[in-house]
């Protein structure tokens, strides 16, 4: 009798222990890793990273999850610093365990110091900075990937402008930082091949408080247009101290100054400044064929409706990265990350940022033809030259 | 020509700024011997508080820069006040570390206060430049060399004319026999700061209508105002001044000669050639050399 009633207790405890095991395969979350740069020098690109991915879980786990599975996660702050980056990659895949890692400190010497620590645990990385590194060579970027363009993009983009108009003459203004040195490289490989004449390669630092001595060599090579590559604020000055002295030429700026607040401090001096960039700011000019248009105004209106104020165009990037990772789950369907980072190079979807197709040869999705041109006019961006959508 | 024209009227805008920075590391060395690393932060404060007292209480631009000058002075004489008065080792290598500290902080609590986005102000005079021999001028260049030069030819003569200025160079020459002569060494120290404080806030208010301003201006304004100093020689206004402008010449003829790209390390290689050939300075100090001689 013992014995039976012995027996019995064991069967049910493990069928207790099966019944529960089960039950946790069946809720176990999905889990996404996200580092921002909730402070310091980055944190104007943080905040509505943060808010805009939160909004997206939210949402997904309201709709049943992904797969019928929920979606967890976790966000850490990486100060705008290398070393609270990497121990927050390091927590987020050792103690919380995550299946994905989406945001990698939203600035490119952020992401490249996350990449190895990913690489070496064998985690999926998504990263939504700029520098092109990042996920080059991918030979050595097994499981890096990102949501952005990189300058090389851009750069073409700004030659396909520059030739639609019949340009050929053109002067840089470029920053001394990694930025700026980087652009320049860039344009030092393509302008050659596509015919465009850099008759001026003028440089500054970032802490410029005057640009006239470079302006003024810019003004005796007579370029038909001169492009900025910088975030500084000295950017502004280049638009006041251009018009200060007198020059009529069309006045660019790359992807990093995409500000609306620069373009009002520079006052009358902005009016008709050209910018090369990602085509969110102009989200609701782009025909009605864009497909990207209706992804734009529906992630508008939804954190609207949210937050009560207007996203930016970092929460588009932090938008379309937390997408990638969403559909990778839903393709590889499994925890297992070989299987996920798989799925991740095969991806092809629709964000708000422009039409992405992965592949094992190319980490990040975007071409040039993703990248649109638009000019400052009258205190709001009017677009000038559309994407053209594979 | 006008080339020519033109990177001399920035030399001398940018290189009058730097120049009022420097007069300001004078000012605080000729009394008290020590060199103030937050004087670079000063400048910052002027601009942003300027910009906030316009834009923020609508007072009339002259108004409120003033008051920009006057509330940087007030947070001078707090600083000094708090710290060197409370140092327990008054020895000028502790207070010049002290000073160090002092610029860290104020960044920082200005990074809190205004944010990171930078300021901007209007100009004084309208944005129309003017054209001399083919070069360019925007007005407000003018209101930054004379401001300058004003300023300097002030300080200056309170210097060399002034009791209190007198006594200022006294402490800096000897301060036990100052203070036995009856001058009261620690509070000229706060004389020399509110001074100096007052000094930079005009630097920074000047300027930002042509520069802008930020949390974070401060740290390099303050470093080439040091270099100027060092360049014209730290216990000379007059010099600190000249430093100032040669530096910023220096800076947009690199610039406009080719080489945009080593805007600094040129203005920084002078400094050393100079610190090995002449470590005075160019011109000598007033301070303690010129008493002790007399």
Redesign the interface.
């Known amino acids: 009798m013992r014995l039976a009633r012995m027996a019995s207790i064991v069967l049910g405890v493990s069928l207790m222990l099966l019944a529960g095991s089960a039950r946790a395969e069946e809720v176990r979350a999905y889990r996404i890793g996200a580092i921002f740069s909730l402070t310091g020098s980055g944190a104007l690109l943080g905040e509505r990273m943060k808010t805009t991915v939160e909004m997206l879980v939210e949402e997904v786990n309201r709709n049943g999850g992904i797969n019928g599975h929920p979606v967890k996660l976790i966000i850490y702050d990486a100060g705008s610093e290398v070393t609270k980056a990497v121990e927050a990659a390091n927590r987020l895949i050792t103690q919380d365990e995550v299946d994905i890692i989406s945001g990698a400190g939203n600035m490119s010497g952020l992401a490249l110091a996350i990449k190895p620590v990913a690489a070496r645990y064998g985690v999926p990385m998504i990263s939504n900075a700029g520098a092109r590194s990042i996920v080059e060579p991918v030979e050595k970027s097994r499981w890096a990937f990102k949501s952005h363009l990189t300058d090389r993009e851009v750069i073409g983009r700004a030659i396909d402008y520059w030739k639609s108009k019949g340009i050929s003459r053109v002067a840089l203004l470029s920053d001394t930082s990694g930025f700026g040195t980087s652009a320049r490289d860039e344009l030092k490989l393509q302008a050659g091949p596509s015919g465009i004449d850099v008759v001026a390669w003028e440089e500054f630092d970032m802490a410029a408080t005057d640009l006239t001595p470079q302006l003024t060599r810019i003004r005796s090579a007579n370029p038909e247009v001169i492009l900025c590559w910088t975030v500084a604020p000295s950017g502004v000055l280049f638009m006041k101290n251009a018009r200060q002295l007198g020059l009529q030429q069309i006045l660019m700026h790359g992807f990093g100054y995409v500000v609306p607040k620069y373009m009002q401090m520079a006052g009358d001096a902005a009016e008709g400044a050209v910018l090369v960039s990602l085509r969110y700011p102009v989200g609701e000019q782009l025909p009605d064929s864009d497909p990207t248009k209706k992804v734009i105004l529906q992630y508008n209106a939804q954190y609207k409706a949210k937050y009560g104020s207007e996203p930016d165009v970092y929460g588009a990037e932090a938008y379309d990265g937390l997408l990638m990772a969403f559909k990778a789950f839903e393709k590889a369907n499994s925890f297992d990350k070989e299987k996920l980072r798989e799925a991740l190079e095969h991806l092809e979807f629709i964000g708000t940022n422009g039409v992405y197709q992965f592949s094992p040869e190319k980490h990040y999705g975007l071409t040039k033809g993703d990248a649109v041109v638009f000019e400052w006019h009258n205190g709001g961006w009017k677009l000038l030259m559309d994407a053209t959508t594979r | 020509m006008p080339?020519f024209l033109?990177?001399l009227?920035?030399g001398l805008?940018?290189g009058s700024?730097y120049g009022l920075t420097a007069v300001g590391f004078c000012l605080v060395y000729s009394t008290t011997e020590v060199v103030n690393f937050a004087q670079g932060e000063f400048v910052m404060l002027g601009g942003m508080m300027a910009a906030s007292w316009f834009s923020l209480t609508g007072l009339p631009l002259p108004l409120a820069l003033g008051a920009a000058v006057l509330a940087t002075t007030a947070v001078g004489v707090a600083a000094e006040a708090l710290t060197f008065g409370f140092s327990r080792k008054p020895q000028v290598l502790n207070l010049t570390i002290i000073t160090i500290g002092l610029a860290i902080a104020i960044k920082g609590v200005a990074m809190m206060v205004w944010g990171?986005?930078?300021k901007?102000l209007p100009t004084f005079s309208g944005?129309a430049?003017l054209v001399i021999g083919g070069a360019?001028l925007?007005p407000q260049a003018l209101w930054i060399v004379g401001t300058s030069l004003l300023v300097m030819v002030a300080v200056r003569l309170f210097m060399d004319r002034s009791l209190t200025g007198t006594a200022m160079r006294a402490a800096a020459a000897d301060k036990g026999t100052a203070a036995l002569m009856g001058i009261p060494v620690r509070g000229l120290s706060t004389v020399s700061f509110a001074i100096a404080a007052a000094v930079g806030a005009v630097a920074g208010v000047i300027?930002t209508p042509?520069?802008?301003t930020?949390y974070d201006?401060g740290t390099?304004i303050g470093l080439k105002g040091f270099c100027a100093a060092i360049i014209g020689g730290l216990g000379n206004v007059y010099g600190a001044f000249l430093g100032g402008i040669i530096l910023g010449l220096l800076?947009?003829?690199t610039?406009?000669l080719?080489g945009?790209?080593y805007?600094?390390a040129a203005a920084f290689l002078i400094l050393i050639i100079l610190l090995l050939v002449r470590p005075q300075g160019l011109l000598r100090g007033t301070g303690r050399e010129r008493i002790v001689k007399v």
């Open positions: 080339e033109q990177f009227f920035s805008m940018v700024v990171k986005f930078p901007d944005e430049p360019r925007a300027s042509l520069t802008l930020s201006h390099l800076e947009a003829f610039a406009g080719g945009s790209g805007q600094d």
